[in-house]
């Protein structure tokens, strides 16, 4: 029942027209007052209420919620108090000659967008970054901020800014490393720190990132360094600006995965090696390799502009290829990791006529000797060797070359010495027909370092006078050197290689190992620290109610009955998606380990798709497994599994359940999950009794409803495309221990198609009582069906009823229907609610909200119902309200969500020392998280008026 004063109270709230707040207007004119030319900015001396002022934008309360004085060439301090504005969400003060410190901006909690860039701001308080939880947009750049303190870092609490889209704080005075953490922050696509004074290499963290835009160029002072691999994860790139740095190593192999990259800037840096085939293939708008050390052919560049000057290929026209010994040769070097200082001198096409550091060759000008000893190479020994059919000896002696002698270079023929002493050489040596014997006294891993008789020196002396870089002083090298130590080794490199090699050789002594070290994928492995599970709700039999209707093109429908499990329709986006999760995949072996070969005690529950079980790694992380029956596997079943895992390993929120691995090994069809301890939320809805449960307070029903929000939100505009879940429903709602909610159940999701109006026409699919009317009846879809789905949910967490209960009177069966008919009504609102809420006053206010909002994300025509941005947008300031009052919130629990599966497994085992010989671990390109795009539109719009 609704009270008198409740009602007063509602109609205080909805009509008292509010007089602009007194403070914001106050710290305007100090904004203001404090300029050097005020007169920019025409604002009356007296007055509390600014709305109406120039540049000034208020939200329906009247409070300030934008400022827009940019490019007006305004000169002087910002004030101290500006996080006052609390209301602040759109701050544009860009391009203006503004200096001083910036304030603290801390606890702006609705600021999404601030520009600041092109300013004279001298410094940034530390604190700058506390509590920005809506911040999408920050723009800092030039900016030359603590400067006289030597520059500034990130704090870590930029972090909180969780969807965070857009940083550019280019030319900004940033120093150190580039941080870990910005590997965390999912939502991050546009990330440009050009031009500052950063150091280190680019973070491991930023594996699989959904970065489209990288821009790290320029740095100053020491700047970049380490190898470049791990870009080649970061599938959303669009431009990637490495230029100006001293980036080390190979442009990795797989490059040709960033299928988006239009831009591609790697010039100036010590990069080595070939250029991949996948990169001449890729069809850029612009690379340049300039000023770097590659080798080998240039390719056939299909890039629109490229250039690649001043570097160390083979040839200078592309599409050229090397001739075969440089090939060979080339591949040796690769083997070692490319040491500059060989890379230097190795360069045209003929190793016999240019020189070639260690290279010997005949009178027929076929190369008969490798002579590199103590050069301190590091890498192994390549079996492209095994090509140069002419060598007769081979001087390796004193380097750190490690890995096994290749077998083919047994068929080299005229091979009579092959010294490979004071080297890491491990077994089993190839056995030389030819009676050859190789030197490999001083190898820890063979013979147990004992000593063999050295082969002698059997220098050849037909020569073609190539220089031999160890000149008169090495013909005691291959038998003494494993008895020097590292000191007179460095020494006697020193005396030998300097006169020649001169300042490279130098160089390369302080560089010691490329590519090899970054080649693999084995760096930040992190323990996850918990959880994970999953789908659907055991206890729902949600799928009796599941409709499967073919619909036809001219929008009639032959039947809607509700059908048994298992038999949903779907189209799938699996159909036309290769999945592209190799990554994820993971072996069917660990997967019975962790679920104790699926034993009926670790069963989580039953749908129509197989048997959900739970899993559990030896540190305790908690896993869901989902296991497809083998009596389903239909083709219907498999376009959902597949669906399942495109539309999973594409997207990654923390409102979406997250898929950590699959199987697909021989009949087995397994998805893995995280595990969600509390279960769907028709449970706690609907069958709380039954299961012993607390009804969900209000508070938890409202952070529910935004965390599922936020879910679709990402899943309809802010996820590289556009999906359509088609099958919203508490029962594809899922709870973590703290009542964090994650949408799941990803079987039936649709590519949403380009072009907001546009819509799709499928075979009908999802839940009878959760579907749109036009979809029901046409099969068209657009996102506006899940908000119809969405606003449904809502009704459910306002009632406590189920969407459909033929058990209900018949007026009330349908509850989107019955719910439009009462939610006017006041009286009949405050009675519909679910009885084991405790609604008092305060309540009410979000009550009539939520009903409202549920009202209109069901209307009748899908373009009169919102977006799920705007459900956002009414939803996140009602969860506010009730913070004092929420001991639980934002705590996430430390779940490395990025993490697929069989990672998690490999750090496990490896911490362990297992063997890990059996696991499947597919090292390739990778799931492609989240990425929000084009927010110019959505905040212009928005001035919340
Ligand atoms: C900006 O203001 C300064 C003085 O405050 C003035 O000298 C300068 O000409 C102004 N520039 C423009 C583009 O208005
Ligand atoms: C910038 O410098 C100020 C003054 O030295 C210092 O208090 C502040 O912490 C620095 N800012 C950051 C983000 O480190
Ligand atoms: C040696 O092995 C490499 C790599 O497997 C191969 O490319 C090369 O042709 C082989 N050479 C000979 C002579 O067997
Ligand atoms: C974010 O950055 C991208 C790339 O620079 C840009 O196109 C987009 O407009 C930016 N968004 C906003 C809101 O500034
Ligand atoms: C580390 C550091 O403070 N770098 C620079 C910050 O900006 C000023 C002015 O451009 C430079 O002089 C500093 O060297």
Redesign the pocket.
Known sequence: MLHPSLTLLLLLLLFHPNAGDPNDAKILRQLRNGLDNPEQLPWPDEGDDPCGWKYIFCDSNKRVNQIQPKGLNLSGPLPQNLNQLTMLFNLGLQNNRLNGPLPSFRGLSKLK?A?LDNNNFDSIPSDFFDGLQSL??L?LDHNNLNASTGGWQLPETLQESTQL??F?CMGCNLTGPIPQFLGSMNSL??L?LSNNYLTGDIPRSLNDSAL??LWLNNQQGERLSGGIDVVASMVSLTSLWLHGNAFTGTIPENIGALSSLKELNLNGNNLVGLVPRGLGDMKLGKLDLNNNHFMGPIPDFKAATVSYDVNNFCVSKPGVPCAFEVMALLGFLGGLNYPLNLVDSWTGNDPCGGNWLGIKCNADGKVIMINLPNLNLSGSLSPSVANLGSLVEIRLGGNDISGVVPGNWTSLASLKSLDLSGNNIYPPLPDFKTGLKPVVVGNPLLNGGAKTTPSGNNNPSTGSGNVDPSGNTNSNSSSSDSHETKKSKRKQLVSIVAPIAGVAAAAFLLIPLYAYCFRRRNGGFQAPTSLVIHPRDPSDSDSAVKIAVANNTNGSISTLTGSGSGSRNSSGIGDSHIIEAGNLRISVQVLRKVTENFAPENELGRGGFGVVYKGELDDGTKIAVKRMEAGVISSKALDEFQSEIAVLSKVRHRHLVSLLGYSTEGNERILVYEYMPQGALSKHLFHWKSHDLEPLSWKRRLNIALDVARGMEYLHTLAHQSFIHRDLKPSNILLADDFKAKVSDFGLVKLAPEGEKASVVTRLAGTFGYLAPEYAVTGKITTKADVFSFGVVLMELLTGLMALDEDRPEESQYLAAWFWHIKSDKKKLMAAIDPALDVKEETFESVSIIAELAGHCTAREPSQRPDMGHAVNVLAPLVEKWKPFDDDTEEYSGIDYSLPLNQMVKGWQEAEGKDLSYMDLEDSKSSIPARPT???DS?TSADGR
Do not use: D, H, I, L
Request: charged fraction near 10%; avoid cysteine; charge should be neutral.
């Open positions: 967008y520009y999408e947009v723009a889209t857009n550019s696509s546009f440009k489209q835009v084009g927010f110019a905040f």
